[in-house]
């Protein structure tokens, strides 16, 4: 009987004898391929993930792990240069036009604008500014300006004495400037912000300061009463001679009204002497002429006999009214005058002034505003410039 019919030996079972007389041939190994870089970090980045159950990862698998590295690895990369390169030059200029402009808001409020509510509010538009556009489109002169204008109005109403004056006070309290509320709303009205907020209105505290002044000092003897005159110091002993330049060019004392002025009393004593002649000769005679005119008298007796009803006092007064400016004025149109003359002033100054003009009154010079020009001045400047 035939094994592959007999029952007792199942089909195939005589194959497993043929199989183990006959060695299978084991498959041969390939050559192992040297990684690249990327591929190494992926077989290692691979057995992380490793299954338990089903042993190593597959290479479909490896390689989109690799993709997806490399893709982030991309992505760091265009963040970094986009953080190094543009983000963070832009937030650097932008922090930069935010100080800046932080530094206008603090420097046009202060001093009692400080804690304006409209400092906070643009503090706050500035800060909270995602770009440039955004920072330059706060516009703090032009809000600091209104605010200025409104807070000095209302203060000079407040703080203007019984001649309706008010005194500027600027920064510092580096000069001071009596002047009518009216000219100090015009200043008020035509400045802006970087002006004002370094000056501040109050109300004026002034005396009067008796000085001694030479001619020269006392604006060539041609200021009257009433003239409003800057003072200004001198940086040099004699006037003129070894002079010391200063480049300061605003006045120590602004506003000053003059209130009385004195000359010696030689300058009132008058003692002059005309004479004409001629000779008129006919034949042998000779008939010598001569009218001589003198006049003397002395400006103080005049008025002290009019005191005591010597004189008519009215038309003395009349004639002698300014007598002092009247005789500058002649002087200064002949262009000949007692240079020597000088001169005792009362005048109307800030009392915080009054110790350094009382130190410095042998080298203050007076001046007069061209604004405030007097008459006579107003005409020279007007006659030079009409033509």
């Given at each position: 009987?035939?094994?592959?019919?007999?029952?007792?030996?199942?089909?195939?079972?005589?194959?497993?004898?043929?199989?183990?007389?006959?060695?299978?041939?084991?498959?041969?190994?390939?050559?192992?391929?040297?990684?690249?870089?990327?591929?190494?970090?992926?077989?290692?980045?691979?057995?992380?993930?490793?299954?338990?159950?089903?042993?190593?990862?597959?290479?479909?698998?490896?390689?989109?792990?690799?993709?997806?590295?490399?893709?982030?690895?991309?992505?760091?990369?265009?963040?970094?240069?986009?953080?190094?390169?543009?983000?963070?030059?832009?937030q650097?200029?932008?922090?930069?036009?935010?100080?800046?402009?932080?530094?206008?808001?603090?420097?046009?409020?202060?001093?009692?604008?400080a804690?304006?509510?409209?400092?906070?509010?643009?503090?706050?538009?500035?800060?909270?500014?995602?770009?440039?556009?955004?920072?330059?489109?706060?516009?703090?002169?032009?809000?600091?300006?209104a605010?200025?204008?409104?807070?000095?109005?209302?203060?000079?109403?407040?703080?203007?004495?019984?001649?309706?004056?008010?005194?500027?006070?600027?920064?510092?309290?580096s000069?001071?400037?009596?002047?009518?509320?009216?000219?100090?709303?015009?200043?008020?009205?035509?400045?802006?912000?970087?002006?004002?907020?370094?000056?501040?209105?109050?109300?004026?505290?002034?005396v009067?300061?008796?000085?001694?002044?030479?001619?020269?000092?006392?604006?060539a003897?041609?200021?009257?009463?009433?003239?409003?005159?800057?003072?200004?110091?001198?940086?040099?002993?004699?006037?003129?001679?070894?002079?010391?330049?200063?480049?300061?060019?605003?006045?120590?004392?602004?506003?000053?009204?003059?209130?009385?002025?004195m000359?010696?009393?030689?300058?009132?004593?008058?003692?002059?002497?005309?004479?004409?002649?001629?000779?008129?000769?006919?034949?042998?005679?000779?008939?010598?002429?001569?009218?001589t005119?003198?006049?003397?008298?002395?400006?103080?007796?005049?008025?002290?006999?009019?005191?005591?009803?010597?004189?008519?006092?009215?038309?003395?007064?009349?004639?002698?009214?300014?007598?002092?400016?009247?005789?500058?004025?002649?002087?200064?149109?002949?262009?000949?005058?007692?240079?020597?003359?000088?001169?005792?002033?009362?005048?109307?100054?800030?009392?915080?002034?009054v110790?350094?003009?009382?130190?410095?009154m042998d080298?203050?010079?007076?001046?007069?505003?061209?604004?405030?020009?007097?008459?006579?001045?107003?005409?020279?400047?007007?006659?030079?410039?009409?033509?």
């Amino acid at each position: 009987m035939k094994k592959e019919n007999n029952p007792s030996f199942p089909k195939g079972f005589g194959e497993l004898d043929d199989l183990k007389n006959n060695e299978i041939p084991k498959p041969k190994l390939k050559d192992k391929k040297e990684l690249t870089p990327i591929e190494a970090f992926n077989e290692k980045l691979g057995s992380l993930f490793k299954n338990k159950n089903s042993g190593n990862v597959s290479d479909e698998k490896k390689r989109k792990i690799g993709k997806i590295i490399m893709t982030a690895v991309i992505l760091t990369l265009i963040i970094s240069a986009y953080y190094f390169i543009i983000y963070e030059p832009a937030q650097q200029e932008l922090n930069e036009a935010k100080t800046s402009k932080l530094n206008e808001l603090h420097s046009l409020y202060k001093g009692p604008m400080a804690d304006a509510g409209s400092a906070f509010t643009l503090e706050k538009n500035i800060k909270d500014a995602k770009n440039l556009y955004e920072v330059e489109s706060v516009n703090v002169e032009k809000q600091a300006t209104a605010d200025w204008k409104k807070f000095h109005i209302n203060t000079i109403h407040r703080n203007t004495d019984q001649f309706n004056r008010t005194m500027a006070v600027h920064e510092n309290n580096s000069r001071n400037v009596v002047m009518s509320s009216a000219e100090a709303i015009e200043f008020v009205n035509n400045n802006n912000a970087i002006k004002l907020c370094d000056v501040i209105f109050e109300k004026p505290n002034t005396v009067s300061v008796p000085i001694m002044v030479s001619r020269l000092q006392a604006g060539a003897g041609l200021v009257n009463v009433g003239s409003v005159v800057d003072i200004y110091k001198s940086n040099n002993d004699t006037l003129f001679a070894n002079s010391t330049p200063s480049n300061k060019s605003e006045a120590d004392v602004c506003g000053c009204t003059v209130l009385s002025i004195m000359r010696y009393e030689d300058n009132g004593e008058i003692d002059s002497e005309y004479s004409k002649g001629n000779t008129v000769v006919v034949g042998n005679n000779t008939n010598p002429n001569e009218n001589t005119q003198t006049f003397s008298s002395n400006v103080l007796e005049m008025l002290k006999g009019a005191i005591i009803q010597g004189y008519d006092e009215k038309s003395t007064v009349d004639m002698l009214n300014s007598y002092g400016v009247k005789l500058s004025n002649y002087e200064r149109q002949i262009n000949l005058g007692d240079l020597d003359a000088e001169y005792m002033l009362l005048l109307e100054v800030p009392q915080d002034k009054v110790n350094f003009i009382i130190n410095n009154m042998d080298h203050i010079v007076l001046t007069i505003p061209t604004a405030k020009a007097p008459s006579w001045m107003a005409g020279e400047i007007n006659s030079t410039y009409s033509g």
